[in-house]
T-cell receptor, first 114, second 115 residues
Framework: TQLLEQSPQFLSIQEGENLTVYCNSSSVFSSLQWYRQEPGEGPVLLVTVVTGGEVKKLKRLTFQFGDARKDSSLHITAAQPGDTGLYLC??????????????FGKGTKLTVNP | EAGVVQSPRYKIIEKKQPVAFWCNPI?????LYWYLQNLGQGPELLIR????????DSQLPKDRFSAERLKGVDSTLKIQPAELGDSAVYLC?????????????FGPGTRLTVL
């Protein structure tokens, strides 16, 4: 069972459209992160949200952390081709050895067509 | 500031052959991570180093995978022998001291294809 469920798995839209992608879990997290990964590159951190109900904005991107700190959403306004990429959410989880590690969802692959 | 450097960027080998990946973290970052990313999946942690000490290697398949960070700077991840299922992208990341796991900077990865 995936700790973090992301939806949709794939999304293809036209330039100028708005979209929302989701990251859900049955677990409560102290914080949650969103990354964007472009083809042939590593993930790049976009934002970290730490407070239930928190909303953060990064230009045309709006991130929200659920009140119960179990879920998060990423909304993009007026999408551009440069927004194309794999959007990953991540959160801290305990390993079998008792230490913490960052666990990722499977991601949403976004394609913005010109 | 230079980012995390990985080499090679691509590697194609036949099954049962050995392979090694190299990572140079951002200068001054004492924590180094190796991740495995399968197609259509998010990265999964293999091993985490604090300086030269492997503080979390519970996810590393030790029968065929090994890693080292002898001087606490650059690191090598090795697979011997490689299997078809090892085809994936191997990502290295680093983070600064005392900034925890939430500030990781990733390299571009090495894409391994095992034939």
């Amino acid at each position: 069972t995936q700790l973090l469920e992301q939806s949709p798995q794939f999304l293809s839209i036209q330039e100028g459209e708005n979209l929302t992608v989701y990251c859900n879990s049955s677990s409560v997290f102290s914080s949650l992160q969103w990354y964007r990964q472009e083809p042939g590159e590593g993930p790049v951190l976009l934002v970290t949200v730490v407070t239930g109900g928190e909303v953060k904005k990064l230009k045309r991107l709006t991130f929200q952390f659920g009140d119960a700190r179990k879920d998060s959403s990423l909304h993009i306004t007026a999408a551009q081709p440069g927004d194309t990429g794999l959007y990953l959410c991540a959160a801290l989880s305990l390993t079998q050895g008792g230490s913490e590690k960052l666990v990722f969802g499977k991601g949403t692959k976004l394609t913005v067509n010109p | 500031e230079a980012g995390v450097v990985q080499s090679p960027r691509y590697k194609i080998i036949e099954k049962k052959q050995p392979v090694a990946f190299w990572c140079n973290p951002i200068s001054g970052h004492n924590t180094l991570y190796w991740y495995l990313q399968n197609l259509g999946q998010g990265p999964e942690l293999l091993i985490r180093y604090e300086n030269e000490e492997a503080v979390d290697d519970s996810q590393l398949p030790k029968d065929r995978f090994s890693a080292e960070r002898l001087k606490g700077v650059d690191s090598t991840l090795k697979i011997q022998p490689a299997e078809l299922g090892d085809s994936a992208v191997y990502l290295c990341a680093s983070s600064p001291k005392d900034r925890g796991l939430l500030e990781q900077f990733f390299g571009p990865g090495t894409r391994l294809t095992v034939l």
